[in-house]
């Protein structure tokens, strides 16, 4: 069965702190590895990873896939308050299934 | 671009109605949509997955006659809750993908309160 362990479950930061949010993954027929963010609401995509070693960015956060060893981490540099949410990785279930199956998040709370 | 819209965003119902709830891609074409449930503080739950013009397919627990999906064009699906109890309330969200890459985008979400 496809499982994505996300680590910490939850983290406290102060602003202005950088933080690296892990996941790992067992998947047959592994395709891509998605970040998402959740606030409130429903999840916002934030980077889909297909290939090793290649840095995706986006502003202060940006992302890495490690195909050997199984793994992705997500870094936030500079945090600010508005990045306090659950962050989400997710990988597509086995082959020709468009469906997710995600981790439990990672609740990051950034206080001033 | 990639945007998936909701409607209603919120809505309250007595026991024993239907409530409709409609999923749009509003700048792309979703060859599959996808209707999650989500209780307080828990992770995402896969209810269905919808491919255009064919029968969604339920998860294993997941009355199909209860929640009736349909997708009838590449950029709206709905969910119709019937016999809506209590224990339905929820927070309801669709996403959807394009035939070109894995990635879901989701819609804002409607949070369902069956009174």
């Known amino acids: 069965e496809d499982k994505v362990v996300q680590s910490p479950l939850s983290l406290v930061v102060h602003e202005g702190d950088t933080v690296t949010l892990n996941c790992s993954y067992e998947v047959t027929n592994f395709r891509s590895l998605l970040w998402y963010k959740q606030e409130k609401k429903a999840p916002t995509f934030l980077f889909m990873l297909t290939s090793s070693g290649i840095e995706k960015k986006s502003g202060r956060l940006s992302s890495i896939l490690d195909k050997k060893e199984l793994f992705s981490i997500l870094n936030i540099t500079a945090t600010q308050t508005g990045d306090s949410a659950v962050y989400l990785c997710a990988t597509p279930k086995g082959a020709g299934s468009y469906q997710l199956t995600f981790g439990k998040g990672t609740k990051l709370s950034v206080i001033p | 671009g990639a945007v998936v819209s909701q409607h209603p965003s919120w809505v309250i119902c007595k026991s024993g109605t239907s409530v409709k709830i409609e999923c749009r891609s509003l700048d792309f074409q979703a060859t599959t949509m996808f209707w999650y449930r989500q209780f307080p503080k828990q992770s995402l739950m896969l209810m269905a997955t919808s491919n255009e013009g064919s029968k969604a397919t339920y998860e294993q627990g997941v009355e199909k006659d209860k929640f009736l999906i349909n997708h009838a064009s590449l950029t709206l699906s709905t969910l119709t809750v019937t016999s809506a109890h209590p224990e339905d309330s929820s927070f309801y969200i669709c996403?959807?993908?394009?035939?070109?890459?894995?990635?879901?985008?989701f819609g804002p979400g409607t949070r369902l309160t069956v009174t």
């Open positions: 996403s959807a993908s394009s035939d070109r890459g894995y990635e879901q985008y």
